[in-house]
């Protein structure tokens, strides 16, 4: 049976904060607190995001469970006087689990998030995956672009903060930071 897609609920919350540990455990990020700890952080972005508007956190679903995740921070870039609304998409915590991989539910997942973000009419979407990652995103049309630059504030010789790894390119973290992952 192909997976269903839908928005994340409030009821999803819990196993999204499991789906977001592992996730970067797999990556090899050593916890620098609790899960208990990391779950309420979650749930209260979950919540914030939800309320405010600037989260939409999609899942797939296949044989009853969610299978896989993905979220866009909606960006309402300053205004324009050419454009009576504008925004762009930052497309982040992309994970299936390793049952349901490279069966293209992933691949699928990104289509309709892809599609979705079409139909609320934003400019684009971009995405700072891993090196492993970035095969999967060029086969859905993402390419390189050299519209952004970086600063870099912190070398990865520094501390890091509560909630942060020492395994996360300086890139990651200041994404994160800005993106308040």
Not at 33 to 59: C, P, S
Not at 100 to 116: E, K, P, S, T
Not at 157 to 178: C, F, H, L, Y
């Amino acid at each position: 049976m192909p997976p269903t897609f839908r928005k994340a609920a409030p009821a999803d919350a819990l196993l999204l904060a499991r789906m977001r540990w592992d996730f970067r455990a797999e990556g090899g990020e050593v916890p620098v607190e609790t899960f208990d700890a990391f779950e309420r952080r979650f749930l209260a972005h979950f919540i914030t995001g939800v309320a405010d508007g600037t989260w939409t956190r999609w899942i797939a679903e296949a044989d009853g469970l969610i299978v896989s995740t993905m979220s866009v921070h909606k960006i309402a870039p300053v205004p324009r006087p050419c454009r009576l609304t504008d925004q762009w998409g930052y497309v982040t915590d992309c994970y299936t689990v390793p049952a349901y991989r490279n069966q293209g539910v992933g691949a699928a997942l990104l289509a309709h998030v892809i599609a979705w973000a079409r139909e609320q009419d934003f400019e684009e979407l971009i995405v700072s995956p891993a090196e492993r990652a970035k095969p999967f995103y060029e086969r859905a049309g993402f390419g390189v672009d050299d519209d952004f630059l970086l600063l870099r504030l912190r070398g990865d010789e520094e501390a890091v903060p509560v909630g942060g790894s020492t395994s996360k390119s300086v890139t990651e973290r200041v994404r994160d930071d800005i993106m308040g992952l």
